[in-house]
């Protein structure tokens, strides 16, 4: 049983496009995550929900849009695809109550290709 | 803002010896999280070991240990008795405690570990 599971794995599209990334996780966690990987490796947040509210908003262009229908979900969507998109994006969960494990759990990670 | 730093983007070792990653971080919180993540070449984030600032105690977790020096904001990881399946690259990583979803991990910009046979 997959925890957290994105898909797809990878994706190749051309600029100016529309396309999303989907997130699951069955573990039970409340809050969810997208990160970016870039072509350097550095990883960044960019958004977090918890509980299907938007929490963290880190400076994302606004084509950039998170979609939560359900805590257990967390989708990414993308318009108007540019080049600087291309990278690796990471879906995570973790729980956010004192008492229980706090280290986030990730997916597979998605590699976006932009040409 | 909380800020983490990997002083060596590349490390190697020998296979069964001893290698030290370093991480020193930034904060001005008493309570937080600190973590070391491993992405091998599959592109999976692997948690290694974690370290709740309010233990003393430095985390281990089989081959894998942490010194945990609070006061001097420095978190590096020992890998011993390196084996080629630990080649990967490494990410230190600091959290805030669990605030309803603003605890953002922040991650160091990582180190790549060769190991040699």
């Known amino acids: 049983d997959t925890a957290v599971s994105q898909t797809p794995k990878y994706l190749v599209t051309q600029m100016g496009n529309d396309k999303s990334i989907k997130c699951e996780q069955n573990?039970?966690?409340?809050?969810m995550y997208w990160y970016k990987q870039d072509s350097k490796k550095f990883l960044k947040i960019m958004f977090s929900?918890?509980?299907?509210?938007?929490?963290i908003n880190e400076t994302v262009p606004n084509r950039f849009s998170p979609k939560s229908p359900d805590k257990a979900h967390l989708n990414l969507h993308i318009n108007s695809l540019e080049l600087g998109d291309s990278a690796v994006y990471f879906c995570?969960?973790?729980?956010?109550?004192?008492?229980?494990?706090?280290?986030?759990?990730f997916g597979q990670g998605t590699r976006l290709t932009v040409v | 803002a909380q800020t983490v730093t990997q002083s060596q983007p590349e490390m190697s070792v020998q296979e069964a010896e001893t290698v030290t990653l370093s991480c020193t971080y930034d904060?001005?919180?008493?309570?937080?999280?600190l973590f070391w993540y491993k992405q091998p070449p599959s592109r999976q984030m692997i948690l290694v070991i974690r370290?709740?600032?309010?233990?003393?105690q430095n985390a281990t977790e089989n081959r894998f240990s942490v010194n945990f020096q609070k006061a001097a904001k420095s978190f590096s990881l020992k890998i011993s008795d390196s084996q080629l399946g630990d080649a990967a690259m490494y990410f230190c990583?600091?959290?805030?405690?669990?605030?309803?979803?603003?605890?953002?991990?922040?991650f160091g910009k990582g180190t790549k570990l060769t190991v040699n046979p």
């Open positions: 573990l039970g966690h409340d809050t």
């Open positions: 904060t001005s919180e008493s309570d937080y999280y």
């Open positions: 990583a600091y959290r805030s405690p669990p605030k309803g979803g603003s605890e953002k991990l922040v």
């Open positions: 370290q709740e600032a309010y233990k003393q």
């Open positions: 995570a969960s973790s729980q956010d109550l004192e008492t229980v494990n706090t280290e986030a759990f």
């Open positions: 929900y918890n509980n299907k509210e938007l929490i």
